[in-house]
């Protein structure tokens, strides 16, 4: 994928995890979604598929939370590891091919992810957040992220970031893999600032001048930030997928509130009108949602 298409908004597929677990898939340990790559590559492709039956233009990867320490972990070789994260994209691209076509975005998920103990949200990464800390998360994602950027996935979706040093790491890499494109998407403490206290606008600028970094914006965030999260992004296409809009209980593992479809179809329209170019849903958004969004849009 060279470029987003001219004057159109793309549809970013839903929350592939709040899909599976609609389909009866515990995803309740350290490997996530990523541990149905082996134990059920059917119910992903069939997840890809309903979000582009829905109207969605681009399908996410099941790669967020694979990586080969974490399978290797489970007693699989390197190359076991290795070949269920590139089925991550196979099943994706067998899916859009089923829809009649599609875009496929290889998942990049943060560090955080991987260590399951919620820094996703924070960007408090320890000792990896020193001097270094750009360094160090380079060489943590390098693998995953040639494997995924030779697997013939469209663009890279570098998702969930939240600290600015690991925005650092991850272009480093874009820069190791010419031809190679993605969008950098953060989780956001508020309307101006990445998890990590970083201002949206300092992210962006750093992005911006890249050729190769198609958007930036935020996901895994609430929807009330989104149009001030919008308008922090100058320079490059605006990306947004946020959650549902319930609100997660850690200590209860539960979510509260109401995620009304309509309704986040009804903001993703003047999240277009703010000047975002890719719209979707995260966390606890379904294909109805993404079939709202592509009402709304249209």
């Known amino acids: 994928m060279d470029a987003l298409p001219a004057g159109r908004t793309l549809v970013l597929d839903g929350g592939l995890a709040t899909r599976l677990e609609d389909f009866g898939c515990d995803l309740g340990d350290e490997l996530w979604s990523a541990r149905l790559l082996h134990d059920d590559p059917a119910v992903i492709r069939r997840a890809h598929r309903d979000f582009f039956a829905a109207g969605a233009d681009v399908a996410i990867t099941a790669s967020y939370q694979a990586g080969v320490p974490a399978f290797t972990a489970r007693g699989f070789t390197r190359a076991e590891a290795r070949a269920?994260?590139?089925r991550s994209v196979e099943l994706a691209a067998q899916a859009r091919d089923e829809a009649g076509g599609g875009i496929v975005a290889a998942s990049i998920g943060p560090y955080g992810a991987a260590l399951a103990d919620g820094s996703e949200y924070t960007g408090d990464y320890g000792p990896a957040a020193g001097a270094d800390a750009a360094d160090f998360l380079a060489d943590w994602h390098r693998e995953r992220w040639h494997l995924l950027a030779e697997s013939g996935a469209d663009l890279l979706a570098c998702e969930t970031i939240p600290s600015y040093a690991e925005a650092r790491a991850l272009l480093g890499?874009?820069?190791?893999?010419?031809?190679v494109r993605a969008w950098f998407s953060f989780s956001c403490a508020d309307g101006e600032r990445i998890s990590d206290g970083t201002p949206l606008a300092e992210c962006a600028a750093l992005l911006a001048g890249h050729a190769r970094v198609l958007a930036v914006g935020a996901n895994c965030t609430a929807p009330r930030h989104i149009p001030d999260?919008?308008?922090?992004?100058?320079?490059v296409p605006a990306v947004v997928y946020p959650n549902s809009g319930e609100t997660w209980d850690p200590t209860a593992r539960t979510w509260s509130g109401r995620g009304d479809p309509d309704d986040f179809g009804a903001a993703a329209r003047e999240w277009q009108r703010a000047g975002a170019r890719l719209i979707g849903g995260c966390c606890r958004t379904t294909p109805e949602h993404i079939r709202r969004i592509r009402a709304h849009l249209d």
């Open 84 to 86: 269920l994260i590139a």
């Open 173 to 179: 890499l874009l820069e190791e893999t010419p031809g």
């Open 229 to 235: 999260l919008i308008a922090r992004v100058r320079g």
